[in-house]
């Protein structure tokens, strides 16, 4: 019977316990659901409150410090202790002064009761001093006041509150607006003047400035300005530095904008970005809109994995329509750069909407001079220093590789505290662009002098291989990720390469292994030459495989293969069978070792000459271009060993 009683109480106190945590979840869950406007309530309440606790307590302090209750007041004034009695009618309270108190202290206050009917008389029959007043009440007003402050208060949150709300709902309009920069005169601070190093493409962007500014010098014999201009070359060789020259000689309105500004991740986004901007555009006609980077999205549509982005080729489709589409965009001019015009779609490189590809390559002599000559107007340039030297030294170059290398050089110059750029700095700073910043030197110890055997056969063999570019440089000092370098220059601009050129060039990289293997014998070859073997396998292969340069005759048996995100189709096959694959590789590796064996033919032939250049290497760290070819025929001059062998 107990225990019936008891699991009756357990299961009466579980059931009481679940339902208070199911009123407490529901609370919890009311609570969460409160509106703004109801805390603001609450705020309001609790503003009350305090204002109520505020006004109150000063009262309630003083009250505390310098009253009387109702009974002392009366044992006092049947004492005959009370001097005098003030009573205020307005505040229903009694100021009593004692006898016995100092003149400086405060009457102290009596709250009288609200009927008063036998106070009057008992004072009057004390013969005390009596007096009734009444005061001003202020607690009305403040009150009011306070009041009218947090309603005040009240509105100006409800205000701010509706402001961010149209805030808000304001950029979720402007999501779709474009983002281009737009100026109506485009103050870029650049000239055609302050370009230089491509002509030809300045020549047809000029044409395009000149149609702006006298349309009439065309249209009077029926010619049309191009509506748009593809810029197409490597990073760094100057199209944005052209379109900011367009933008300072047009003086027309200007757009500018990347391209990938026009893509988000919400779908629509982009194409309604596109139709804003032309719309501007068209409103501000005839004008120019650049847009850099333009392969961002533009790129080939149904490509890759799943068909693509749907958004960005709904961007494309949209820039498409609005550059030559059912409306057309008279006056617009369109300005677009890419470094990958190879992943671009066919229908925007169409005639109608980039009507012109302008190619913007590497800078040859002249141009690096011209380049040289703008970037040295504001640097001190001593005067022994010669830009023709300089722009000899640098094919290859692009025009922000220039700039940079001038910039180089006037850093070391300041850090070397010298008035002016002399041929030191920038020979430095060349070396620091193309191989890094200078190491610590290493130890005279064997390492080194493996390593400068390792650069002295490359520079040899380079030298004494007929085809192959002159030395620039050789040097153990350690730059960048390399511990030793071996620097060529060309003699004049890179073209068409021959057979004979590209053979020598596999031969000189191979110098170096050749040079540790006849030198130090095959178990002390080292693993300094791996990037030099992963630079002659790939020569070799384009050989056999590209170039038709092998026993397997003039075949393209590999064609540039590009990644699936580079907007290529993933189904490229070999085009070739089993035997042919076999047949490459024995090619592949007959080049290799036919090199290779004339590589390690030189530095036996040449050993003691090697050594001599050796030994002087390690005693200067460097030894230039001229130098060495001077060294290696006085060296093999005086030989016995290469006066035998030459002969």
């Known amino acids: ?95 009593v002064t004692l006898k016995e108190q100092n003149q400086n202290e405060p009457p102290q206050e009596v709250i ?40 005040l208060l009240l509105l100006a949150g409800l205000v701010m509150i509706i402001r961010r709300s149209a805030n808000a709902s304001g950029q979720a309009f402007n999501f779709g607006k474009s983002r281009a920069r737009f100026q109506m005169e485009a103050e870029t601070g650049v000239k055609f003047n302050d370009v230089a190093g491509i002509e030809e493409a300045k020549e047809e962007l000029q044409e395009i400035v000149t149609f702006l500014k006298q349309p009439e010098k065309f249209t009077a014999i029926g010619a049309k300005i191009p509506r748009g201009v593809l810029l197409i070359g490597p990073p760094g060789t100057g199209k944005t530095l052209l379109a900011k020259a367009i933008a300072g000689e047009a003086a027309v309105p200007f757009f500018s904008i990347s391209g990938s500004e026009f893509v988000e991740m919400f779908v629509g986004v982009g194409a309604s970005r596109v139709r804003d901007l032309f719309r501007k555009a068209k409103e ?32 494309l489709n949209q820039l498409l329509t609005e550059m030559d589409g059912f409306e057309g965009n008279s006056g617009i001019i369109v300005i677009a750069a890419t470094n990958r015009p190879d992943v671009l779609d066919s229908a925007l490189l169409r005639p109608g909407r980039f009507d012109r590809q302008t190619m913007v390559d590497y800078p040859d002599f002249k141009g690096r001079l011209g380049i040289l000559e703008v970037h040295a107007r504001d640097k001190k340039i001593a005067p022994e220093v010669s830009l023709e030297v300089v722009a000899r030294r640098t094919p290859g170059f692009s025009g922000a590789d220039l700039a940079n290398l001038l910039n180089e050089a006037a850093i070391l110059t300041a850090r070397r505290r010298k008035d002016a750029v002399t041929m030191l700095e920038i020979s430095d700073a060349i070396d620091r662009v193309i191989a890094g910043m200078e190491r610590t030197s290493l130890a005279d110890s ?68 050749a040079a540790e293997e006849v030198i130090f014998g095959k178990a002390e070859i080292t693993r300094g030459a791996t990037g030099d073997i992963n630079q002659l396998t790939s020569l070799a292969r384009a050989m056999v495989t590209k170039l038709g340069m092998s026993d397997l005759g003039p075949l393209a048996l590999e064609s540039q293969n590009q990644p699936v995100f580079l907007g ?20 592949i590796r007959s080049i290799v070792m036919q090199c290779y064996e004339d590589a390690k033919r030189i530095i036996r032939e040449n050993r003691s000459t090697i050594d001599r250049i050796v030994d002087l290497l390690m005693e200067r760290e460097t030894i230039d271009g001229e130098e060495f070819r001077k060294l290696v025929t006085e060296f093999s001059q005086s030989s016995p060993s290469n006066l035998v062998t030459s002969s």
Request: proline share 3%; glycine share 6%.
């Open 1 to 95: 019977m107990n225990q019936s009683c008891q699991m009756k109480i357990k299961n009466q106190s579980e059931n009481i316990s679940t339902n208070f945590r199911l009123k407490a979840a529901k609370v919890k869950k009311k609570s969460k659901q409160v509106s703004k406007f109801q805390y603001l309530r609450r705020l309001a309440a609790g503003w009350m409150i305090l204002q109520t606790i505020f006004l109150t307590t000063p009262a309630l302090a003083q009250r505390e410090k310098n009253s009387l209750s109702y009974s002392q007041f009366i044992k006092k004034l049947e004492r005959g202790e009370v001097a005098k009695v003030e009573l205020d009618e307005t505040t229903n309270k009694a100021r």
């Open 112 to 151: 009288l009761f609200a009927q008063n009917q036998d106070l009057i008389p008992k004072i009057r029959n004390t013969e005390v001093d009596f007096e009734i007043t009444s005061s001003l009440d202020h607690s009305t007003t403040v009150g009011v006041i306070a009041n009218l402050i947090i309603i």
């Open 284 to 315: 501000n006609a005839p004008c120019l809109v650049f847009i850099d980077e333009i392969d961002a999205v533009g790129r080939q549509r149904g490509a890759g994995y799943g068909g693509g982005n749907d958004e960005r080729e709904q961007t």
């Open 446 to 513: 064997k390492i080194k002098r493996l390593i400068a055997y390792h650069e002295i056969g490359h520079a040899i063999v380079a030298t004494l291989t007929p085809g192959h570019d002159p030395v620039e440089k050789v040097t153990v000092l350690p730059r960048g990720q390399a511990l030793g370098l071996t620097w060529f220059t060309p003699d004049e601009e890179q073209g068409l390469e021959t057979k004979t050129e590209l053979l020598a060039r596999i031969t000189s990289c191979l110098g170096g292994r």
């Open 568 to 587: 290529r189709d993933s189904s490229e096959e070999l085009e070739y069978s089993e035997e042919i694959a076999s047949r490459i590789d024995k090619e």
